[in-house]
């Protein structure tokens, strides 16, 4: 190898490099979004959209708290992103988001325009960026966008994962808990 | 064919003819609010949800004037009907709309798990209930939709045919007016 070829590799190494440091610090960004939503009961799924280097919109899962179909963490981070923007188009934006979208969230994102979509991990019973479908990337729709997978994959699964497991734990100790009052009532019961 | 059978024949006959008038009749509503969305120049769309027989949200096109993505005629409607119903599940209701969903309405009306979704015209460009894919009964999903076909098909087709036309027309007439006021600026210009 010629010393510029050794320069040009080692260049291209420390790109590379860099890009992913960069997308690492949004998905921590997302990741944030989603403790907010694990905060309030939520299941934890957080997103933000960067255009020119900068945070324009954030959003996180509030499905049940809202009690409505559309709090999902992208579709209320891309209603920010138009408001900022002031377009329905988001053709210079990237999104963020720690879990793979649904097929709402992915259809929005098409409807947005958005090029490039960068994804925690993967959700093989819903997901619509490679699971069940891939939406983002379809030849019969009139945009596809870029996909990166498996930013911070291991941090964004294990969010879901401990939170499922606490609200085990949780309902199984509210359980325990039913049952000791129950017993108590019949041993009250018992005495009279 | 027995009386019985003949009356019972009848009587599926008129029960269908019943259906069919209902299903027209909200149609119209869906039609009137795609009509609203002519009258400020947004592409025809429109939408209405209906509950135990009344018509519980509408919604039309409004993604120019509100510059966003989200203002599609479905989105709308499906917002005031979760407010309505104050849930994110929207299992007793109907959709009916004037166009065939694309992939961002389509998947929010899976996420909300409607029930039956009655549309008026297809959108073999863009469609997501049978045309380009059917994302409102994919076996991958958690939930499918019962999806009606081509209710009132011509008159919601006619909207946006007429609508289109009218655009062309309105743009040639403008392209007109242009080379004639050139044309006046030049001879103007000439006689100085």
Redesign the interface.
Known sequence: MSIKDTLAAAKEAHDKDKEQKLREKYMQMAIKEAQKAAAIREVPIGCVIVREGKVIAKGYNR??TD??????AE?DA??DA??KV?????EDCTLYVTLEP???????I???RIPTVVIGSMNP??G?AGS??N?LD?A???HQCEVIRGVLGEETSSLLTNFFKDLRVEKAAQKEAEKADAAAEENEESKE
């Not at 002031?86 to 988001?90: F, G, N, S, T």
């Not at 649904?102 to 929005?108: D, K, L, V």
């Open positions: 499905r049940n009690k409505s179909v559309l709090k999902h579709i891309i209603r138009c408001k002031k377009d329905w188009r988001l649904c097929p709402m969230c992915a259809g929005a098409v409807q947005a019973k819903a619509c069940v479908i939406l379809m019969g729709f009139n």
